[in-house]
């Protein structure tokens, strides 16, 4: 009796590393010697087209929200990526720092820069050529900040070398972004998780994209509803105002009903729910979708 117990015990665990050892993404960690302990849990989730699907040259990556504070790891992750996997897209879902452990700016940007580096760095072979971002609610920030801030090198200041041009994404997608720093229409907490209690009006001002927009952003994709009660649709209004006053291709849909936090499939209302089609084919009207 005691050999069947341990057989079974054996197997329990060894079907249980099976498991833990098979997850459908690859897990690449952002920082191989991590200085700090709120270093280590930062990684990059490789989500890749199934073999019956012919393979894009475009990756995606994606930032989750979570009000700067966790990660919406699975409707503003895991189940974004697989919708791009059934486009023959590379999906990456970030993993970043954020302030329920202890971060803050510029923890956030750094992932997003060295994600970059990263990707990159195994484009060839990946097999893949455009790099874009999508980002949702404070997801939406911090992309929005990396196709701004790509020249403000943080990975130099962490003692990585690396060429400024390949940190700025292809195109970049904010979905309900949180935007403004403002006290108008800032998303608080958002604000505090991002900069603590301590911020400045300088702060304020420098990390409210609106005012941040550079003469070569990005090209993108904006998507926002009026009856979102989390973030206000106005940190879009402003956003949109910006890009169109500096001649940025951009594409803004605002909806009248959606809300916030749906991601790509989980969202109730008719005019959102194939929201992500309207984005596939702007993909592909602007060339970043390629085969």
Known sequence: MQRIKLTLTLLFF??????????????????????????????????????????????????????????????????????FNQWGVTAIVLRYRVSMRGNHHPAMIEDFQRAMQIIHSNAEKWGIENIGAIGFSAGGHLVTMG???????????????????????????????VVSMQDSIAHQKSRVDLLTKEYTKADLNHFSMEQQIPNDMPPVFLLACKDDDVVDYRNSEVLHKALDNKSIPCEYHLMNEGGHGFGMIRTKSEETKNWGIILKNWLIKNNFLKY
């Open 147 to 177: 196709g701004a801030f790509y020249k403000d090198n943080y990975l130099k200041k962490k003692g990585i070398e690396v060429n400024e041009e390949i940190l700025r994404p292809a195109f970049v997608c904010p979905i309900y972004p």
């Open 14 to 83: 060894t079907l249980g590393s099976i498991i833990i050892a098979s997850p459908k993404y690859e897990v690449i960690k952002l920082w191989d010697n991590p200085q700090t302990k709120k270093e280590v849990r930062p990684e990059l989730r490789i989500f890749r087209p199934q073999s019956n699907i012919k393979k894009s040259k475009t990756c995606i990556l994606i930032c989750p929200g979570g009000s700067y504070h966790h990660l919406g790891l699975t409707n503003e992750g895991s189940e974004v990526a697989e919708y």
